[in-house]
């Protein structure tokens, strides 16, 4: 008979998880419950059950997995029903991480989502359009380097059905356009957009958006966004010049959004957007602006006013 894995073993795979999960599901949320999910089912067995499982990770790993898979096949009909377009959860620089499951003073680092390019909002974006079983297949392949014999034993396919399913999403990824603009580049492309919303100067921030632009805006149903993406660089600056008239004292904050440079505009202190952008050949191609409340809980206690 084996023996009881110990705790620090159990709880140091959760931060493993949260990364997976949240790639999985693009919602911080819904990552937090699947992990959760999978701890309750392995308490919920025996000792003498827990002490049978040779690898307690690869075991939360596999019902971890399954639980997103379920969940992503639901999420489909829910987003048909979701006011407006839906935007993956933006995500907050480490130092600025407010919040945990408990919602509310520092997070534990085991919350913590590992900020790459596989949780930029353009690759989040992507990920989105794929089948859930593809998303599943790319992730655990691609992204966490799992061999397909194991992604097969957790998805419950063949190897060679798990290998055509990445080689699938990767054809969607090959697709999307890759950045162009050096991430030094970035930065400033975004401080003078910042700088352009803020003087209301619409010709310059036309000229600092891809005349082909598309801006995507998430309110929920809860918070005012246009329902449909705007697309076209002086539709997008007239927009973001009308938005920032109705609200007098928006602060916009230049921040790290899921790795990548971004904006937040916080009203009366509070968070009320957070702005995640692509970039190609020295010009703003994309914006997502979350401003669906539920989606920025790790934004809304967060960071000082300043930048």
Known sequence: MGTEPDLSVIVGERRQLI??????????????????????????????QREAVASPGAWLT???????????????ARRERYVGEWIPEPLPDRAEWIGGSAGGGPADPAD???????VSMAFLVVLEAMTPAERVA?????????????????????PA?????ATSARRRIGAAPAPTTPAGEQVTLVRHFKEAWEA??????????????????????????????????????????????KAPGL???ERSVNGGPGLVAQHTGVTATVAAFALADGRITRIWAVRNPDKLRPWTASAPQSG
């Open 138 to 158: 790319f992730v655990l392949h691609d992204v966490f380097r799992y061999p397909f014999p194991e992604v097969a034993a957790i998805v419950g396919r063949t």
């Open 251 to 253: 602060a916009l904050l």
């Open 161 to 165: 059905a798990c290998r055509q399913l």
């Open 112 to 118: 913590w989502v590992t900020l790459d390019e596989s």
């Open 62 to 76: 596999t019902v971890a997995t399954r639980v997103c898979l379920d969940l992503l096949g639901s999420a489909r």
């Open 200 to 245: 209301r100067d619409i010709a310059a921030l036309v000229g600092l958006l891809a005349p082909d632009a598309t801006m995507t805006t998430d309110g929920g149903g809860v918070a005012g966004a246009a329902l449909r993406p705007v697309v076209g660089g002086e539709p997008i600056a007239r927009y973001l010049v009308h938005f920032a008239e």
């Open 19 to 48: 990364n997976l999960a949240y790639r999985l599901l693009g919602s911080l949320a819904e990552a937090e419950d699947a992990v959760q999910e999978a701890y309750a089912r392995w308490y919920a067995m025996s000792r003498r």
